[in-house]
Structures are given as structure tokens and as C-alpha cells.
């Protein structure tokens, strides 16, 4: 994700990011360059004006109407999953944190080898947790819980799931050998829940796109309306017309890109979540609390 300040205009105006973005669209920017271009040199070498011309222009002007309310729901959807992703991860770091404050007080400070297994397992499962939604788990960033951990994980496809499941079985071990009380093992049971409600709800964002007819239709919608931009300037601006198709296409490819970069928050992309930054804090301030 970009750290930037909002009020340093020439910074945002001017960021490497446009160039990524440059890149990326430039294809389609030649291209639709390349078309504006045949349709001026038609229209000049015919001399058509708009009398001659009239459809076009006002078909035009139907279809923007139409791919603005498009525009409109595809970025505003894009967005509320982005910040959602945002909302789920922020109650992560608040459940993490709850679960080890909980932790520190229901168990004894003498017993650290106990406090450091819950202050690894708690980081194991947010890293884990991260890497999942990117549909692999780095194995290099988790703590070694007891011999064999690591082995014993990478048989799981689904490893937030076993290793919130061992959270929940040392919790339940504590309550058996009388180490935790019956009213303690509910109190911490709300955040351990929390962990695998949390998981569940990323997935549903990352597993379920927006509907294919919407994409699809969205950006048809694009392209018809990108193909059409010659035709409703060429007979009032000519060779300009070329500048004013490449700017307008710029804009629309854009927005279309960046809401398909921010409908999946998950990932590495510049633009998504500091999933990895977050599971650092995490990892943290669990020990601090645990282990200081």
C-alpha cells in the first residue's frame, strides 16, 4: 500500500505510479490513437461535417450517460470491498490483541514457556492467515511452535484453520488441568472464534468477484463508447480529435483498472492492503504484551 500526503499535489500529479498505469494501458491508448486517426483523415478527405453525420454524436452522448452510472457502481463497488478487507483486518489486530491482554493476565508469569507458545501461535495464525489469502503460506515468517510444527502444517491446504484449531485445544487443555476457570475459557473464547470469523469473512471477499455480467457488459460499454469518441469530434476538431480520444480513454481505462486492483485487497499490488505491515504490528505488540 502508498503511504502519501493528500495536500502535496505536485507529489501525486507526478507519482510512478501514473507510469505503471502507462504501461499498462498504453496498447490500448495506440491503438484507439491509431483509429482516431484513420476516422480524421476520412472524414477530411471526404469532407463530411456533422449534417452529414448526426447519429453518431447523439448516440454518444446516450452511452455516456449510460457508462457513467456503470463507472459509478464499479468503482463504488470496488471500494466497499477494499475497505471492508480494511475493517476485517483492523479487527484482527484488535482481537490479537484482546486475546494476548486476556493471556497475560489468566496466565501465570512463571510459566514463559506457556506465554511463548500462545505469543508464536497468535503471529502463526495472522501470518498464516495473510499468506492464505494470497493462496500460499510463506513458511520462512512463522515461529517454530514445537519440533515438527512446519512439517506437520504443510500437509493442511487450509492452515489458519489448524492452527486456530491448536489455539483452541491448548485453551482447552489449560481449562482441564485446572489452569483455567470455566468462566475464563468463555471470556477467551469470543476471540478465538473472532479469528476464524475474520478468515471466513476475507474469503467471501476474495473468492467472490463482482458479478461476471457486470464486468463483462461494463467494459463492452467501454470499448463501444471509446470507439465512438472519433465520431462525435472529428467533424468539429479534426487532427485534434487524436489528443482528445487518447485523454478521455486514458481516464476510463484507468478507473476500470484500478477498481479491478482494489476488488481483491489481499494481494501485493500497490494499491492493496498492508496486510504484511499488519501481521508485523501483530506479531508486536503480542509479544510485548505476552513476553515483556
Known amino acids: 500500500m502508498i503511504k502519501y500526503n493528500p495536500k502535496v499535489w505536485v507529489s501525486l500529479i507526478f507519482h510512478s505510479y501514473s507510469k505503471q498505469v502507462m504501461r499498462t494501458?498504453?496498447?490500448?491508448?495506440?491503438?484507439?490513437?491509431?483509429?482516431?486517426?484513420?476516422?480524421?483523415?476520412v472524414f477530411?478527405?471526404?469532407?463530411?461535417?456533422?449534417?452529414?453525420?448526426?447519429a453518431t454524436i447523439g448516440m454518444h452522448s446516450l452511452l455516456g450517460i449510460v457508462l457513467g452510472l456503470f463507472l459509478v457502481f464499479r468503482t463504488n463497488s470496488a471500494y466497499d470491498r477494499w475497505w471492508e478487507g480494511r475493517k476485517l483486518w483492523g479487527s484482527?489486530?484488535?482481537?490479537?490483541?484482546?486475546?494476548?491482554?486476556?493471556?497475560?493476565?489468566?496466565?501465570?508469569a512463571e510459566e514463559l514457556e506457556l506465554r511463548e507458545w500462545f505469543s508464536a501461535s497468535i503471529s502463526n495464525f495472522v501470518f498464516a492467515s495473510k499468506e492464505h489469502l494470497r493462496r500460499g503460506v510463506n513458511m520462512h515468517e512463522l515461529?517454530?511452535?514445537?519440533?515438527?510444527?512446519?512439517?506437520?502444517?504443510?500437509?493442511?491446504?487450509?492452515?489458519?484453520?489448524?492452527?486456530?484449531?491448536?489455539?483452541?485445544?491448548?485453551?482447552?487443555?489449560?481449562?482441564?488441568?485446572?489452569?483455567?476457570?470455566?468462566?475464563?475459557?468463555?471470556?477467551?473464547?469470543?476471540?478465538?472464534?473472532?479469528?476464524?470469523?475474520?478468515?471466513?469473512?476475507?474469503?467471501?471477499?476474495?473468492?467472490?468477484?463482482?458479478?461476471?455480467?457486470?464486468?463483462?457488459?461494463?467494459?463492452?460499454?467501454?470499448?463501444?463508447?471509446?470507439?465512438t469518441l472519433p465520431f462525435a469530434f472529428v467533424t468539429t476538431y479534426s487532427y485534434f480529435t487524436l489528443i482528445i480520444v487518447a485523454i478521455i480513454t486514458f481516464v476510463l481505462l484507468s478507473i476500470e483498472l484500478i477498481a479491478e486492483e482494489i476488488e481483491d485487497p489481499f494481494g501485493k499490488d500497490v494499491n492493496d492492503l498492508p496486510?504484511?505491515?499488519?501481521?508485523?504490528?501483530?506479531?508486536?505488540?503480542?509479544?510485548?504484551?505476552l513476553l515483556a
Not at 44 to 54: G, L
Not at 92 to 108: D, E, F, G, H, P
Not at 160 to 180: R, S
Open 44 to 54: 477530411h478527405f471526404f469532407a463530411i461535417d456533422n449534417a452529414q453525420f448526426p
Open 92 to 108: 484482527m489486530v484488535n482481537s490479537t490483541r484482546n486475546l494476548a491482554i486476556k493471556l497475560n493476565a489468566y496466565v501465570s
Open 275 to 289: 496486510t504484511d505491515e499488519l501481521a508485523v504490528k501483530i506479531k508486536e505488540n503480542v509479544r510485548e504484551i
Open 25 to 41: 494501458l498504453m496498447p490500448a491508448l495506440l491503438l484507439t490513437v491509431l483509429f482516431s486517426g484513420l476516422v480524421a483523415f
Open 143 to 227: 515461529t517454530e511452535m514445537e519440533e515438527g510444527f512446519k512439517e506437520t502444517l504443510k500437509k493442511y491446504s487450509h492452515k489458519p484453520n489448524y492452527l486456530a484449531g491448536l489455539l483452541f485445544k491448548k485453551v482447552n487443555a489449560l481449562y482441564k488441568q485446572g489452569k483455567l476457570s470455566g468462566d475464563q475459557l468463555l471470556v477467551l473464547d469470543k476471540e478465538l472464534k473472532d479469528f476464524m470469523d475474520i478468515v471466513g469473512a476475507c474469503e467471501r471477499i476474495k473468492y467472490t468477484p463482482i458479478p461476471y455480467s457486470y464486468s463483462m457488459y461494463i467494459k463492452k460499454f467501454i470499448f463501444i463508447y471509446v470507439i
